[in-house]
């Protein structure tokens, strides 16, 4: 047995860039572990930075200096997020209000719904099942009301972190555009000076990476968009605060699209009832789902992830598990990353052979 760890051991850390790896790998799941919370503004400025790194890098080509393509192509951002924000944000908080406000209407609705179907059916409906079912989702409904006033008490703080972040944020992404080589340059003075399997790992994850990241903006553009055109068609209420849902739910996979079809049910059930409209709205819902997972996915991330479903539900599962929503919401990256450790990891065979050998 000591044989078979030591031969593995030899196979798989002989290298001193493997070691170097894993050290880097273990030192960076520790940093963030322990300063995740610190270390998200500088997590959204990586994001922003690397979506807005492709127009920089054209407007660059036509001899525009780095530091003037970056402040334009941040100003535009910029300027289209606080106008989206002008229009949208009212609404969305409007609406918001106004659902929290008919919440319990639509579930006492559904309570008295429920309680309903032992005298229509008795035969397959259990009234003890049914008194359960009430119970538990009562009990969980005051969860989430002691969970919404703690909230409250702490929205103030969260508020003046979100003035500071949108003085910060800005201001770091500005300069990892318009020092990007230096920054690199400085970053690299860190590193193994035998580094050729670092930088391998590195072009695959940062090639992987920026399509990831273009292809979730233009997935939760397009999958909220049409959301909204088919909400606004039917004349659901909420339409957009439900389209924000669904276009943001593509962040997380498989997961965020059955969580947000609850809202979506319980306000098309509140507002219709069991009817063919209804029926419509959910087939509406699961065709844009469909096309979203089958059609626009295919196109827009052929190249960014070769993963397995189940090893991005497990991701979601494991990353979301140690660092909250920031961990759910990059997990397909983590993943990435850690296939392409697996891939570029070094397997000395002839060690192997030559311990056999001899």
């Known amino acids: 047995m000591l044989d078979i ?16 790896i894993l050290v880097i790998f273990l030192l960076g799941i520790v940093i963030f572990y322990f300063f995740g919370k610190v270390l998200i503004p500088l997590v959204v400025a990586i994001v922003i930075a690397y979506l807005l790194d492709w127009p920089v890098e054209s407007l660059s080509r036509f001899k525009i200096g780095r530091k003037a393509a970056s402040s334009l192509v941040l100003f535009l951002f910029l300027f289209v997020v606080v106008v989206a924000l002008l229009f949208l944000l009212p609404t969305i908080v409007r609406q918001g209000t106004n659902l929290l406000y008919e919440y319990p209407a639509m579930l ?20 003890k099942l049914v008194e359960t079912i009430v119970s538990s989702v009562q009990e969980r409904l005051m969860v989430l009301g002691n969970d919404v006033l703690r909230w409250s008490f702490t929205s103030i703080g969260s508020l003046a972190n979100i003035v500071v972040y949108a003085i910060l944020v800005p201001l770091m992404v500005f300069f990892m555009l318009a020092d990007k080589k230096s920054l690199q340059s400085q970053i690299t003075r860190f590193l193994p000076s035998n580094r050729s399997l670092l930088t ?9 990476i ?57 306000v098309g059930l509140f507002q219709w009832g069991f009817t063919a409209q209804f029926g419509y ?4 819902y699961m065709i844009i789902q469909i096309l979203d997972g089958n059609v626009l996915v295919p196109i827009l991330f052929s190249e960014a992830v ?15 598990g140690l660092w909250g929503v920031w961990g759910v919401f ?3 990256p983590l993943a990435t990353l850690v296939k392409a ?16 050998a001899g």
């Open 5 to 20: 760890l030591n031969r593995w051991y030899r196979q798989k850390f002989s290298d001193p860039q493997a070691a170097a």
């Open 108 to 127: 006492h609705s559904g309570q008295a719904w429920l309680e309903s179907l032992p005298a229509r059916y008795p035969e397959i409906v259990d009234a």
């Open 200 to 208: 391998a790992i590195s072009k695959e994850m940062n090639g992987q």
């Open 210 to 266: 920026v399509n990831y990241i273009r292809g979730k903006a233009t997935e939760i553009l397009i999958v909220g968009g049409a959301s909204y055109l088919v909400f606004a068609f039917m004349d659901l209420r909420y339409s957009l605060l439900l389209a924000v849902l669904v276009g943001l739910s593509v962040v997380i996979p498989f997961v965020g699209a059955f969580a947000v079809t609850i809202p979506v049910a319980m």
């Open 281 to 284: 709205l959910i087939l509406a």
């Open 306 to 320: 070769n993963l397995h479903p189940l090893a991005i539900v497990m991701a979601v599962m494991v990353f979301g």
């Open 330 to 332: 990059f997990a397909i």
């Open 341 to 356: 450790v697996i891939n570029a990891w070094p397997h000395n065979e002839n060690s192997d052979e030559n311990s056999s």
